[in-house]
């Protein structure tokens, strides 16, 4: 709710709040029937007293525009579901239908207090803090190019000349060899997986992901309706011959890996075992998915190169973003394969969302072809590392005793098991009261115990700040 | 396939076509097994002389590359597919699972054929000419505003700073009352229809749409495993009474209508019958989904309000779009509804692909709001005007006696029946090998000989020449 009480107005605040809910029932918004936040959630919502609301709901009881009921709350009225009178749109009955499944409640619950959180420590969110984005350099390199007098609908792929650049840009920076007929522009990675797991899998169908995984916490896979079996992930990433395990158990037909910098460990998967799971998935004939949003991201000089740059057989897909290395809301990424299936995916594509606009993708286009690009890497890392290590410190100093850590090389995130006994709910739950947001390792498939911190958000001084608090709070539960 | 052969180059042409066959193998692009092009195909594609291709071909079979057998044609070898070896996914197993169901053949036909034809008559895909985009007048507002600082993940339902802009846009133009928390950016109309039919719906559902309609040619409602059934169009739209009739006797679940310049046949439902549609619906207690994206192109002065501006029981989900006003590229749409089920939706198509970027919602933001938008407007309209007066002109000229058709007070659409008869596929073949592209009837689900012609890609001169040469292939056929 994004309406605010206007505290300069003559007109008294109950009798805008009235005024607003008035309005949203008329015009449908509040369909008939339906619940409205109960008085003190409106309450904090709108950020009035409590009682202005009771105040607010008597009127509308009054007036006849909502009904109440003990245990029940309040409801617009006078229809109520279930025994819904002509006239209207059973609703309710439309949204809990569909093959998606919502959001898991503890995501939710940390995904809306970070929306609303003041002054607050967000340890939680996979993106970079506000002063990490190159707003400036991007629009200075877009205002440099004219916008193309063709603005009718693109390339299903994706607008060729920006595929032909990230064709460049992925044999320079990946040494990935590919054509840009074999290259979809997708809405971030978050597409490409919806893609992947829609069109080339059946429900029913069993995949492995890694434990924990950054996957595990996507209901897509569950509302594709696929079946998820475990690879464990150590020091040296999954162990390869648990795919063949798997495999032989339960016929496992896509495998999914984010083998550098992994979400949420932040673990690298070492040589020997990149070549020996391309090995393993290449004789089983099982196609993997290699996620790689942050592999640019290496703080010790170490280029990680992904699984696609050695597969020989056309046996990957590789999928990679620009949302953790210029900006999430950009909203580009990419899928990278053989081209029946980039055809099969864009095509099915046409029917989700006629492709990506072309906007996003021209900026993109222009911006890691420019000098400024390398230039803001850097920095970037630079600035990551220096955040990485005042995390490193803050734990030591804070938690030395209580977490164990490996200091991440590369990437956003550093993950932590707590070594006393705890309850992830509480603990989030206890953290917001403090506000602070991290996300538990039990939404990535971990078992209770284990958080996952991420170091990009915060300005170095309120790392050190956000991790002493976090000390007290588990110190509390 | 985008790749071209370089003619001022000193290596041979079959030589260069040759190397670039041999790296889509070893990268992966044509995976062992994959049958490549038919000669005639590649030649095409690749614009040379067929017997350079069956030259490249010899090569690469020489060279192992490749396998050619009678009646199967040329495969990357040494793997067939159905009898895999090991090494290698069988891919065509993926690409013919997941739950999308490919474009219908003759559309892609259509589009593939609009993508390659140079120095044709495209009369066939709903989107404006180049000349009638506002480039000029979009970078123009968009340069004036610095990029937002913060460039991280936007609110799940777009920019709220856009939607507020909208609520006011739909207030103005379409008397819709709305607030921004009621609206959810979408990526075009085609995403808002994907997202209704797959998250609000269930597998086995049925729902109504007009007959003809554009809805009947999106194979997505096949996708989502939706039963079908037909609200017949005359010239005062649908007929309200069949709605009750598909309700006793289908219990369908959800009214897909276009009441505005419909596509295809550019017809305006009556305002008795847009009274009775609301009426109907409500008591039954059905949803409606109103897809509005051209009732701002009215050629005659007079606005027709969406059903979304009368109705009051909050039964209407309306779907709006900028593509066919603004640019078709920019993929902006909308929308609006209960707050409850904008929430459902904007949670769902957090999965699939995370949100709009937040580029296309600023400039469209901005444009909207400029002094320049209803100058934009008014050139459109005027355009469109004339290009839709010299299509009536040719069509009484040239095809006076064969077609009969009523004048589109608005849109981009002229909708036309043929009085001999004629098989479509037959007509679309013949039209292509003459250079002009249309769509026919069949695909909206009209009986054969029916044709839907835009006269909004066309200058006015070319609309001649188009109708002037499809009358000779009528004649034809």
């Not at 997986?193 to 059946?202: A, G, R, S, V």
């Not at 032989?248 to 550098?260: S, V």
Request: net charge neutral; glycine share 6%.
């Amino acid at each position: 709710m994004e309406w605010s009480v206007n505290r300069e107005s003559d007109k008294p605040i109950y009798q805008q709040i009235f005024e607003y809910i008035e309005e949203k029932i008329a015009y449908g918004e509040f369909p008939p029937g339906s619940r409205l936040p109960s008085e003190r959630k409106m309450a904090e919502q709108l950020n009035v007293n409590r009682m202005t609301i009771v105040h607010v709901y008597d009127e509308l009881q009054a007036s006849g525009l909502v009904e109440r009921k003990k245990g029940s709350g309040t409801r617009v009225s006078t229809h109520k579901w279930g025994i819904l009178p002509k006239g209207v749109t059973n609703w309710r009955k439309y949204i809990e239908g569909g093959s998606f499944l919502p959001t898991y409640p503890l995501i939710k619950r940390i995904r809306d207090e970070a929306k609303v959180m003041k002054d607050g420590y967000n340890m939680a969110g996979g993106e970079l803090s506000t002063d990490l984005f190159p707003a400036s350099f991007l629009q200075a390199s877009f205002n440099q190019h004219a916008f193309p007098s063709n603005l009718g609908y693109v390339h299903p792929q994706g607008h060729l000349e920006f595929r032909e650049t990230l064709a460049s840009y992925v044999k320079e920076y990946h040494d990935i060899n590919v054509t840009s007929s074999s290259i979809l522009i997708t809405s971030g990675a978050q597409q490409a997986l919806y893609l992947i797991t829609q069109c080339l899998l059946n429900p029913g169908d069993a995949v492995a992901i890694e434990a924990p995984s950054y996957s595990y916490s996507l209901p897509l896979f569950q509302s594709a309706g696929l079946r998820i079996f475990a690879l464990p992930v150590d020091a040296e990433g999954i162990n390869p011959d648990d795919i063949v395990t798997l495999y032989r158990k339960h016929q496992i037909r896509m495998i999914f890996l984010n083998p550098t910098f992994q979400s949420p460990t932040g673990g690298v998967m070492t040589e020997p075992r990149r070549e020996r799971v391309l090995e393993i998935a290449a004789e089983l004939g099982i196609p993997i998915v290699e996620d790689d949003p942050v592999s640019l991201l290496s703080f010790d000089g170490k280029t990680h190169y992904p699984l696609k740059s050695i597969d020989k057989s056309g046996n990957v897909l590789y999928v990679g973003s620009l949302s953790k290395v210029i900006a999430s809301s950009l909203r580009v990424g990419w899928i990278m394969g053989p081209e029946s299936v980039i055809n099969r995916l864009a095509d099915a594509r046409q029917q989700i969302d006629f492709g990506l606009s072309i906007f996003p993708q021209l900026i993109a286009n222009q911006f890691i072809q420019s000098p400024e690009y390398p230039k803001h890497l850097a920095f970037l890392k630079q600035e990551l590392l220096e955040r990485r290590n005042e995390m490193v410190l803050a734990l030591n100093e804070y938690l030395g005793d209580k977490v164990e850590f490996s200091v991440p090389k590369g990437g956003l995130f550093c993950w932590c098991k707590i070594k006393q006994k705890v309850d992830d709910q509480k603990l989030v739950e206890e953290a917001i009261k403090n506000k602070i947001l991290f996300m538990p390792g039990s939404v990535y498939g971990s078992p209770n115990g284990y958080v996952r911190f991420t170091y990009a958000r915060l300005q170095r001084e309120a790392i050190k700040e956000a991790v002493l608090k976090f000390a007290k709070v588990l110190d509390k539960v």
